[in-house]
């Protein structure tokens, strides 16, 4: 089971990569639970600067970008 | 594995860019007879008559500064990719005050920054212990110098005003920083931020560049959302810059907002700062201002003070800062922007 975190205040960007990381899941055919992370305290904690940011069982892959699907499922893959 | 395969069955990247860009070409180079054919032949407008006149600007307008969005900001926001706020901090971490604060201002144009990240990024900076007055200028400047502003006024109006602008937003930011610098700003930033900095041993995160088709891909997205979300803006300025194209005369408008009047300026700013419409809604009026013959620095000062006094971005610094701290950032914006305004004018540039 992948935990997968999305980063951000709630803005346009953060929903269209959750969106992303949910349509990943899918398309990856993983275990993965996926959550958001709103706090700006905790998000600073873990040295995303640029939301959104994405992060796989707890490490960041990205950050004021929005991976496509396809990318975030080659991440899925390869964190399993 | 094969589900992964099926984004590959895409369009193909390379040819589809290079078609795009064939497209925009043609509709650049076709614009200008299509909007005299369509004013002129099809609605049967009369030739330089008031209401004719006005149809014909806005039939070229429009799709000349939605072309000129959706190319030239793609591009941007492609180069952007290169310079992102991680790779700045670490760039401005221990410089001098003065280099630091250039720096930052010079970053702030640069680097891709929405403004729901700001509170994240202004708590990165200070981690990196970069100091509050310079932070600001990254924060001043990042909305001040608007990359849409300064690539449609290179494409309606030339280097020269487009480079004015760059210079004169960036002083308005290295200087506002430095003196916001001067004050004691910590005292006034909430205790958890400084709880956040002092916490200290941020994550050095390194995230794998994306390539070259990603970022282009992405930059493409990014622009067509903006694009989405600003055409009405468009649409409207443009409407309003055609009206004043052909209805209000040019004596009016210079009699009210002409050098001689010394209000001029801060009425504009005035007028201006409710404003929020955005860069891309503002530059169609801004070039019907220019052409009906106002001075530079005033509409300088009108654009700057609609893209950088925006309510929504002191509501998310008002989440890591106190009022009073917004109020002298309000106070140093506003008053770079009028001695901008002033300048040009005085120059008669």
């Not at chain 2, 690539?151 to 760059?166: D, H, S, T």
């Not at chain 2, 004050?183 to 995160?205: H, K």
């Not at chain 2, 609609?306 to 009073?324: D, G, H, Q, Y």
Request: with cysteine.
């Amino acid at each position: 089971m992948l935990k997968i975190e999305v980063l951000g205040s709630g803005c346009a960007n953060c929903q269209k990569l959750e969106k992303n990381a949910r349509e990943a899941v899918a398309l990856a055919g993983v275990e993965a639970e996926v959550s958001k992370v709103t706090d700006y305290a905790e998000i600073a904690a873990r040295g995303v600067m640029t939301t959104p940011g994405l992060v796989i069982d707890g490490e960041v892959k990205s950050a004021g970008r929005i991976p496509s699907p396809g990318d975030i499922a080659e991440w899925l893959v390869a964190s399993q | 594995m094969n589900t992964l395969t099926l984004r590959r069955s895409d369009l193909p990247f390379w040819p589809t860019a290079a078609l795009a860009v064939i497209a925009w070409l043609v509709a650049w180079f076709a614009a200008w007879p299509v909007s005299q054919w369509v004013a002129f032949d099809l609605l049967g407008l009369e030739p330089g008559s008031s209401f004719g006149e006005a149809v014909a600007f806005f039939c070229y307008d429009v799709p000349k500064v939605l072309l000129l969005l959706l190319g030239i900001v793609t591009i941007v926001s492609y180069l952007r990719s290169y310079v992102p706020p991680e790779k700045v901090r670490a760039a401005l971490a221990g410089r001098g005050i003065v280099i630091g604060t250039a720096s930052a201002a010079a970053f702030g144009v640069v680097t891709p920054f929405c403004s729901c990240s700001a509170v994240p990024l202004f708590i990165g900076f200070l981690q990196a212990g970069i100091p509050v007055g310079v932070t600001l200028a990254f924060l001043i400047s990042s909305p001040l110098v608007n990359e849409v502003a300064l690539v449609l006024l290179f494409g309606l109006f030339g280097p020269q005003i487009a480079v004015l602008y760059l210079v004169a937003g960036l002083s308005v930011a290295i200087i506002g920083g430095l003196i916001l610098g001067r004050f004691p700003l910590e005292r006034w930033i909430e205790p958890w931020v400084l709880a956040a900095r002092d916490a200290g041993g941020q994550p050095e995160i390194v995230v794998a560049g994306p390539s070259t088709e990603e970022r282009l891909r992405e930059a493409w997205d990014s622009t067509r959302d903006l694009v989405r979300r600003v055409w009405p803006w468009v649409v409207i300025g443009i409407g309003v810059g055609a009206f004043i194209h052909g209805f209000v005369p040019t004596d009016t408008i210079v009699s009210i907002g002409g050098a001689d009047n010394p209000f001029a300026v801060p009425i504009v700013v005035i007028l201006a700062a409710p404003l929020y419409a955005g860069a891309a809604g503002v530059i169609p009026i801004v070039e019907t201002l220019l052409d009906k013959g106002l001075p530079l620095g005033t509409v300088l000062a009108f654009m700057m003070a609609t893209v950088a006094i925006s309510l929504p971005e002191f509501v998310i610094l008002r989440r890591v800062a106190r009022i009073p701290l917004l109020l002298i950032f309000l106070a140093v914006v506003v008053m770079g922007i009028l001695m901008v305004g002033f300048l040009f004018n005085a120059l008669g540039l």
